[in-house]
Structure formats: structure tokens, C-alpha cells
């Protein structure tokens, strides 16, 4: 929908953090505090606070952030969030049935929900629990010991008005253009503890999951999963069941609630379903066949669409999209590009949906691969952003995939390292996205054989699908399949600032240049093409000088930096 938020919101991605979206709105333009630790090649019109320095994590941050004692000593199966909605007083209630296995003996465990929801009460079977509240956390006691190994299912009752908060609100009560009842949630970052109970953490996933969401008689609920029926309840209400087949992250789980129409596909096996306002039917039904060369793309590169038996979903929201499993959920005008605009300014953009290919590359990382801690985001955002170069290199071949890539340029910081504090619930830097896609692009080069890259690629996928893993698994694959040592090049991109710089000094002797990578890593090598394009030659820096014969002049040499994404300083 062309809503003035979503205008006013133009350039931000599905899932940058919280106050961006307040500074955005406010179209405020916040100040640097350390603008001389900026490279002088990298433009900047926006920096913002947060890309300059991590904040202080708050009790909250840190309760919801660790994965402390109680989290630590379970291991979540099976929730069944069965709920009602009413848009009239803007009120949720019902329960989330958890199911989990006890890996230790305790009687305590943590689950989270916040505090501005009431809990009705929690029972393990008939029998009542006690708890207590801290922050948004919820400590659950029980009466007798819960022993390692076992299964243990307790009913978490819960009710209360959500309160609009976050990037997209949390959870939104809106009306349509049309004036229909419009509902949705999008709470990556906020936590989906804001509207239902759950072990909000990122390390820990159910295996399946039920939905069944309550709403109006005339009302649709799209959700995530596969749609199993619905139920007239005889009291106004119709009962819409869903059911995930597949480990899920909480933040992923999604109600849309509308007045929607239905179209579907298929795409082979895969069944293809959108959903979308009546009067936007036409456009979405031009604007959505682009999902399935889009999957075509990506099951080119990584293997099998990861939700195969929940199903492809498109359903339109009023916020720019956000990568909800199976149920991407769609705000982008049904136009090219990023809001009607021209993504990374080259040209590129322009071609293809943005939100369509953006989002869905996070059913593979993000859905599929989920990191373990949001500190390491960069595993779903960085990776995500150059799939984006992926379909367009599958599309339109590796030139275009290349110049797109360095269209993020401008958009990168610099300013603080990707990884965030672990353990605290931080939001990384907005450099996750693009810095993060511009290292893997490097990467490439460093291994320097499209045939073995591709098949890193496919093979890194397919061994880490469905699991949270950490930076460290990322390293630890990529230096096994390729017999290099890429950790100084994971950790200079990563846990640093800056990029490392090419030194080049010109004229200690006739036709000679000496180099050395300059770099917070103490061991930092990285083999990079230099010379002319056309007549490029691999040369091997480390942080010690080195030299080699070059007809070239100062001028004339060059290094290949739209494959490799670094500095370099000429002497
Ligand atoms: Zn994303």
C-alpha cells in the first residue's frame, strides 16, 4: 500500500533495528560521533548512532539475550498457539501449548512473554504452576523435579491489548484502503514474546508447530504452514488451523488477518498460494510470477525450496515485507525495485522485485540456516543480500551480478564491527546487509574457481539447512572445503571496523611496487588481482612488505576492487 509510512520509510530494509525506524520516521539524519575512523572512499550521507557504537544492553535485553540456566536445560519439541483475535477491542487471548524435552533434571524453566500481557494461567496438566515475572522474562516452578530426558507439555494461558512497538509495530490493528479489518505481525528485533508466550531466543527452535487463530466469520487468517481447514465456532468467529512442518524461528510466526483473495500456482510439486487485497488482484498476479523464477534461482544454487510441504506463500501487509516462514509477507507497490525506487543506484534494481527476491532468499538463510544469536545476524542478512546478486547473476549473468553487488558501497559504514555482543540480544549493524554480501563476493575471488565456489555454496547449504549455527561453523565449513585458512579474512570483515587496505608503494626502484595489506589482523593474508582488467595477476600481500617488477606506472596500476572489497592506498 502506498501509506505514508511506507514512503517515508523508503530505503529500509526488512529488518534493520528498532530506533532506525523511530529516526527514519522522524526523517531525522543523526550525527556521527567518530567520523575520523571513516574511510575516505566510502561516502555516507546517513550514519547512524547505532552503526557508531553498541549500546548498553539493558536487564531486559540481557534476560531476553542470554541463554541462562533455565533455557539451557530444555530443549523446545512442539507449540500449539491457539488464539483469538478481536479487531474491535484489539485484544488477543488463548494459550501456547509447549512441548519439550528436559536435557537436565530442574523445576525451573524460562520462557518469555512481555510484560505489558497478562498471563491467565500456566498449568502442566490440570495442575497449576507458579511464576514469577522479570522484565519480559517468565520463570516457571515446579512443583516436583522434571527429569533429563523426558517430555513435559505445559499450557500457557495469556491475554492483553499488544502495544505497537518496533520496526513494523509488532502487531498492527489497521484498517485497509477499502476499510476492512487489516491485522499483522512483523516482530523480528521487538521478539515475538510481545504478542505470545514462547522461549524467545534464537538458539532453541520447535521441530512443528500448530496455529489456529480465531477471528471474525468474515475475516481470512494467513499464517505459517500449510492451511489445514477452518472451523465456524457458531459465535461469529471461524477457527483457521495451520501447521508447520518445520523448525521455526518465533519471531518468523506470523498472523495476517484481512480481507483477502486467493490465487495460487505450483511450481513443479511445490504448491505457490498469494494472497493480496481484491482490488490490488491484477497487479499481484503480474507482479508475483516473478516468485517462481525466483525459486528457480535459488534451487539452482542451495537445493530444494526448504518448506516444501508447507508451501511457497506471498501475502501482502501494509510494511515494505518481512521474511515470515512459508508466509512472506509483501508491502513493495507491486513495482520493481524497492519501493519504486532504484535499490543500489546502478541500474540493476530496477529489473526485479526487491522484496520478492530479498525475502524469500531468507527461506534458505534466515528460515532454513538460522544463527544462533542475533549477534550474528550477518548469517541471515549478509548471506541474504548476496543472493540477491545470485538471482541477478542467474538472470542476467556475472558483469551485471558484480556491478549490482558494488552498488552497496555507499550504503556501508564502517563504523563498528558486524558481529554484535553475544548473549544480550543486540542488533547488529545496518553493515550486515551490505558489507556482509560484499565480503562473501570477496570470498569468491579468494578462492578464485567459479566451479568450486558454486559447489562451497550448494554444499555449505545443504550440510548447515535447518540448524542454528554461529560464525564460527560458517569459518570452520569454509576452511575444511577449501584447504585455506580464511579466518583472518572471516574475522577482518567481521570483528573489525574496517576493511583491510592495500598498500602500494611506487618508485623505491625502477619498475617495482611494494605491497602489504594494512589490517587489524595480526596474520590478515588475502591473495588479490592487480594490474590492468584484461591482464590481471593474483599477488599473495600479507601485513609484511613485499614487491614484484611492474611495468605499470602508479597511475596505471590497479587493483580488481570490484571483486574484492577492499581499501588501497597508492604511495
Ligand atoms: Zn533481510
Not at 533455565?70 to 483469538?84: C, G, P, Q, T
Not at 522485485?353 to 550474528?376: K, L
Not at 570452520?476 to 572445503?481: D, G, P, R, V
Amino acid at each position: 500500500m502506498r501509506s505514508p509510512l511506507i514512503r517515508s520509510l523508503a530505503w529500509r530494509l526488512c529488518a534493520l533495528p528498532v530506533w532506525v525506524a523511530a529516526a527514519l520516521s522522524a526523517h531525522a539524519v543523526p550525527q556521527t560521533s567518530s567520523p575520523a575512523v571513516a574511510p575516505a572512499a566510502t561516502p555516507k550521507s546517513h550514519v547512524r548512532p547505532n552503526d557508531a557504537a553498541e549500546p548498553v544492553p539493558t536487564r531486559a535485553a540481557m534476560l531476553r539475550g542470554a541463554y541462562g540456566p533455565f533455557r539451557a536445560n530444555n530443549d523446545l519439541l512442539y507449540y500449539h498457539l491457539d488464539i483469538r483475535v478481536d479487531p474491535d477491542k484489539q485484544f488477543i487471548s488463548g494459550k501456547n501449548t509447549i512441548r519439550f524435552r528436559m536435557l537436565k533434571d530442574g523445576t525451573r524453566i524460562q520462557l518469555d512473554l512481555f510484560e505489558t500481557m497478562n498471563i491467565d494461567k500456566i498449568l502442566l496438566g490440570t495442575t497449576p504452576l507458579k511464576y514469577e515475572r522479570d522484565a519480559g522474562a517468565v520463570f516457571i516452578n515446579f512443583p516436583q523435579t522434571l527429569h533429563a530426558g523426558q517430555v513435559y507439555s505445559i499450557d500457557f494461558y495469556y491475554s492483553g491489548h499488544t502495544v505497537e512497538t518496533g520496526r513494523f509495530g509488532g502487531v498492527t490493528f489497521k484498517k485497509d484502503p477499502s476499510g476492512h479489518v487489516w491485522i499483522n505481525t512483523a516482530c523480528e528485533g521487538i521478539g515475538a514474546s510481545m504478542w505470545w508466550p514462547n522461549k524467545d531466543q534464537w538458539r532453541d527452535e520447535v521441530q512443528e508447530m500448530d496455529l489456529s487463530v480465531a477471528i471474525p466469520n468474515d475475516l481470512v487468517d494467513v499464517s505459517n504452514g500449510k492451511f489445514v481447514g477452518k472451523t465456524d465456532l457458531k459465535d461469529g468467529y471461524t477457527r483457521w488451523d495451520w501447521k508447520v512442518h518445520y523448525p521455526i524461528n518465533n519471531y518468523d510466526v506470523s498472523l495476517n488477518i484481512g480481507n483477502y483473495v486467493h490465487f495460487s500456482d505450483r511450481l513443479a510439486d511445490l504448491p505457490l498460494d498469494f494472497y493480496v487485497l481484491p482490488e490490488d488482484l491484477d497487479k499481484a498476479k503480474r507482479q508475483f510470477a516473478q516468485a517462481k523464477v525466483m525459486l528457480e534461482a535459488y534451487q539452482h544454487y542451495f537445493g530444494e525450496y526448504p518448506f516444501a510441504k508447507d508451501g511457497y506463500k506471498l501475502i501482502e501487509a501494509p510494511y515494505s515485507g518481512m521474511e515470515h516462514q512459508s508466509a512472506v509477507t509483501y508491502g513493495n507497490l507491486f513495482e520493481n525495485g524497492y519501493l519504486g525506487r532504484d535499490w543500489t543506484g546502478v541500474g540493476i534494481s530496477p529489473r526485479f522485485d526487491f522484496i520478492i527476491i530479498h525475502e524469500s532468499g531468507h527461506e534458505w538463510f534466515g528460515n532454513s540456516i538460522t544463527a544462533a544469536d542475533p549477534s550474528d545476524e550477518w548469517i541471515h542478512e549478509g548471506w541474504t543480500t548476496y543472493l540477491e546478486s545470485l538471482y541477478v547473476e542467474y538472470r542476467w549473468g556475472t558483469d551485471d551480478a558484480i556491478k549490482y553487488l558494488n552498488g552497496y558501497k555507499p550504503k556501508v559504514h564502517n563504523l563498528r564491527p558486524i558481529i554484535a555482543e553475544r548473549g544480550v540480544n543486540a542488533e547488529a549493524t545496518e553493515d550486515q546487509y551490505f558489507k556482509g554480501a560484499l565480503m562473501i563476493n570477496t570470498l569468491r575471488s579468494v578462492v578464485n574457481d567459479d566451479t568450486k565456489w558454486w559447489a562451497l555454496l550448494h554444499g555449505f547449504y545443504q550440510h548447515f539447512k535447518y540448524q542454528n549455527i554461529m560464525t564460527e561453523d560458517v569459518v570452520a565449513y569454509f576452511n575444511q572445503h577449501t584447504g585455506m585458512n580464511l579466518t583472518p579474512i572471516f574475522d577482518q570483515y567481521l570483528r573489525h571496523a574496517q576493511i583491510p587496505r592495500l598498500e602500494l608503494l611506487f618508485g623505491e626502484a625502477p619498475e617495482m611496487v611494494m605491497y602489504k595489506w594494512r589490517a587489524d589482523e595480526d596474520d590478515f593474508a588475502m591473495p588479490v588481482r592487480v594490474g590492468t582488467p584484461g591482464h590481471w595477476q593474483i599477488i599473495h600481500p600479507t601485513t609484511h612488505w613485499q614487491s614484484m617488477q611492474t611495468p605499470l606506472t602508479k597511475d596505471a596500476f590497479q587493483v580488481e576492487t570490484d571483486r574484492y572489497y577492499v581499501d588501497v592506498n597508492k604511495q
